[in-house]
């Protein structure tokens, strides 16, 4: 079956540092994957996608490349803000009939010092 | 335009007991998903309407858990009798299309049994 597997948290950073939220997936056939970010007390929000191999997804800073070789969607940025602490899950998606389902990962926890 | 919506926010109830959380979806989204997250593990799939129809239920853990979604618009999750490891955080998403458009979450409810 599909999986997800993400660095565990929590992740604790000072202002300006580099990220790295680790991602390696399994996966039938060729998944769509995305980064969702959730602020506190808010929901899930999609942060970026990609959805073929050697795309890269972007979005506010955040950058992540679809590698098929290494089955992996490591998320990046390079210098991070307080505003950026939230909970980061790693998710892919396959169709299956008509749905198109969401399979996460466990979900890192980031604080970003000031 | 509002978003998902989910109620309540937080229900703390005792094993045994009966609990119904609602969701919301964005007026015109014919698609509706449940996940929850369970001792801050990964998101996983419950299942999924398209409109009032159950497209698929394979994510749903055991028959103490009925989802319904009269007249295709809101949808309700009912546990009955809740157990113990039923706790978390259960997340609704709705999306226009269920192949090619994003899932869109709410807030998600925690429940907590005791």
Known sequence: GNSVTQMEGPVTLSEEAFLTINCTYTATG?????????????GLQLLLKATKADDKGSNKGFEATYRKETTSFHLEKGSVQVSDSAVYFCALSTTSGSARQLT???GTQLTVLP | EAGVTQFPSHSVIEKGQTVTLRCDPISG????YWYRRVMGKEIKFLLHFVKESKQDESGMPNNRFLAERTGGTYSTLKVQPAELEDSGVYFCASSQDGVNNEQFF?????????
Do not use: K
Request: proline residues 10%; without cysteine.
């Open chain 2, 106 to 114: 709410g807030p998600g409810t925690r429940l907590t049994v005791l």
């Open chain 1, 30 to 42: 060729y998944p769509s994957l995305f980064w969702y970010v959730q602020y506190p007390g808010e």
């Open chain 2, 29 to 32: 989204h014919d698609n509706l």
């Open chain 1, 104 to 106: 996460f990962g466990s």
